[in-house]
């Protein structure tokens, strides 16, 4: 009672049923906002994840449109929702949060633009989903390296959107 779950583990032979709960609850629309933009920006730290951790980036690219389209519906509710799902940071992996918020930004923008013509804020949530995913070619050591970079790790850097295409 009153106790806030920080951490869980997942069995990896349950995390397909554990992700569509999560997504049952961002699609509810009687769960309270925040409950629902917590539980999107978590789907979205898994997408992340794969996206960077597993060989099938296609596969994994076709899952997310379901997440991204979750998105989309979110912050037509609300505006002030994009604000919320970016502030919520449960996962301290740099890139992957920067990923989602991108994502969600791109989509507020894409809005403001163009209105709710929902075709373009999937594509523009996307594109900002898997802005860097070329990233995850470059070492980590050069990604998370605090200070500047030797312009041999520069040079590293800037292949990123190369390898992502």
């Not at 997408?47 to 899952?63: C, G, N, Q, S, W």
Request: positive net charge; contains cysteine.
């Amino acid at each position: 009672l009153g106790y806030k779950l920080k951490e869980m583990f997942v069995r990896i032979d349950q995390r397909t049923v554990y992700l569509k709960a999560l997504r049952d609850i961002v699609r509810d629309p009687k769960a309270p906002a925040e409950t629902r933009g917590r539980f999107m920006k978590e789907c979205a730290f898994n997408h992340i994840t794969d996206l960077f951790t597993k060989p099938d980036v296609r596969h994994i690219a076709e899952e997310s449109t379901g997440l991204i389209e979750d998105m989309v519906e979110f912050i037509s509710e609300d505006i002030g929702a994009a604000a919320s799902l970016m502030s919520l940071s449960s996962h301290d992996y740099y890139t992957y949060n920067h990923s989602v918020n991108v994502s969600v930004y791109s989509i507020a923008i894409c809005k403001r633009i163009f209105g709710m013509k929902k075709d373009l804020l999937v594509i523009a949530g996307m594109g900002g989903l898997l802005h860097d995913l070329g990233k995850k070619q470059i070492d980590t050591s050069i990604i998370n390296k605090h200070g500047k970079l030797t312009p041999r790790e520069w040079e590293q850097m800037k292949l990123h959107p190369r390898y992502g295409f």
